[in-house]
């Protein structure tokens, strides 16, 4: 009697393990289903993009074929291709009779043509998730840990040559702290991830209100002077790497690589965020016609910059959540950074003026350049009313009338809340 209750049990085990299996197996299967790969506007399958439970125009979930290497998921079949790059779209490349021309011995690099193409992915010289360098360091310090960084803040691989060059371009507002702290995580990185990169520091003078779009702008097209880079990223001064496997490089589509910030508990904020750190080819960012230049204050360029992505039907390449993590070194809110209460009327009009203001609309004034152990220094002035003529003439109609109605009254947002959800 007691051998044949505990026969019993002993089936019931079985069956309840045999379930179990079974449920783990149906799960497995349904995963593999939903993460098939999809493309923008046609059947064929396309290397980048994934789908998840709907519209991957709604979903806008793209990730980056070089991390789907790390995973197994996709062979490898970029070796030795670089990204295509055109340049039809936006002949109005800079001011130059504000161009100040350096010296040419200090940008005269030794020609790496002789060298073999760097790998894509060179996973020996990654270590993956990063502490995060937050202790202060003084300029002398890194000159002092890192000097085969050359002249202007260009990092690049000595033994091989990298696929692309890359712009990283900072803007910049007495946050001297926290750009010396960046730097100190981002060049081992770089030298890690076999990047070819320049750091351009652009800062804007006062008193004229922060506009962080525009200095990215700027960013571009000064950039462009000293060499015709494939790759620009668009880098906040206050946010750290904390996975050397987010590679810095272009994609197919615009790069959100802070995809995962400290922040926000290392999730997205909202599903169309991009901001903190991202990253465009030339013929991308021309595309798009760049920031928007009229958003002067805090808040409200990330979403516009989003709008002028999905308007132009590019999708939004973004790591894994694990892999685009981002740590800020935390700081009270700056000077000459008020809220931006136009933000969200703006916002509305984002799609409808792209192509009319923006990198073709930008003014500025450079007040002077400075090449330095690790970095290019570039200073500029902005002029607010200069700029806000560049828009068109309904939203600088209603700009007037949000100005007059809004004086001595604080903005109906907070800091944290983003435009949409």
């Known amino acids: 009697m007691m051998f044949t209750r505990l026969l019993r049990k ?25 993460w098939e790969y999809h493309s923008s ?126 712009a990283i371009i900072i803007p910049f507002r007495n946050r001297f702290k926290h750009l010396y702290i ?3 995580n981002l060049i081992p990185m ?62 197919e589509h615009p790069m959100h690589f802070a995809a995962a910030m400290d922040k926000y508990n290392y999730e997205l904020p909202y599903k169309k965020y991009f901001g903190g750190v991202v990253g465009f080819t030339r013929y991308q960012y021309r595309k798009i016609n760049g920031n928007s230049n009229l958003y002067f204050g805090w808040g409200g360029e990330d979403d ?25 070194v935390h700081h009270k809110q700056d000077a000459g950074n008020a809220d931006n209460c136009d933000r969200k009327y703006l916002l509305k009009s984002a799609r409808q003026r792209q192509d009319k203001e923006g990198l073709n609309s930008v003014k500025y004034k450079r007040k002077y350049i400075k090449v330095q152990s690790h970095m290019t220094w570039i200073n500029i002035y902005i002029d607010k009313k200069e700029t806000l003529a560049t828009a068109p003439d309904y939203v600088r109609k209603e700009l007037k009338m949000i100005e007059q109605n809004a004086k001595n009254k604080a903005c109906n947002f907070t800091r944290d809340s983003p435009i949409r959800e």
């Open 304 to 328: 516009d910059l989003f709008e002028r992505i999905d308007n132009k039907k590019y999708e939004i390449a973004r790591p894994y959540l694990d892999v685009g993590r981002y740590d800020m």
């Open 182 to 184: 960046l730097l100190n």
């Open 10 to 34: 002993k089936r019931v085990g079985q069956a309840l393990t045999l379930l179990g299996l079974t449920t783990i197996i149906l799960c497995l299967w349904t995963a593999q289903q939903e």
């Open 190 to 251: 770089l030298q890690r991830q076999l990047i070819d990169a320049r750091f351009f520091v652009i800062e804007q003078a006062m008193p004229t209100v922060f506009n962080r779009a525009t200095l990215f702008n700027i960013g571009f097209l000064e950039a462009l002077k000293y060499e015709n880079y494939d790759c620009f990223i668009f880098h906040d001064v206050d946010l750290i790497p904390v996975n050397d496997r987010n590679l810095y490089r272009c994609d």
């Open 41 to 166: 506007d046609t059947n064929e399958a396309h290397p980048l993009r994934r789908h998840l439970n709907g519209d991957h125009r709604q979903e806008y979930v793209v990730v980056n074929s070089l991390l789907d290497e790390i995973r197994g998921d996709v062979e490898d079949e970029h070796e030795n291709k670089s990204h295509q790059v055109h340049d039809d779209v936006l002949d109005n490349e800079v001011d130059k009779e504000n161009f100040v021309v350096e010296p040419e011995e200090i940008f005269k690099l030794p020609n790496s043509s002789s060298l073999e193409t760097c790998p894509l992915y060179p996973n020996e010289n990654l270590v993956g998730r990063l502490a995060g360098l937050k202790n202060d360091i003084t300029p002398e310090e890194l000159a002092e840990h890192y000097p085969e960084v050359e002249m202007g803040g260009r990092v690049r691989p000595k033994h091989c040559r990298a696929t692309e060059k890359v």
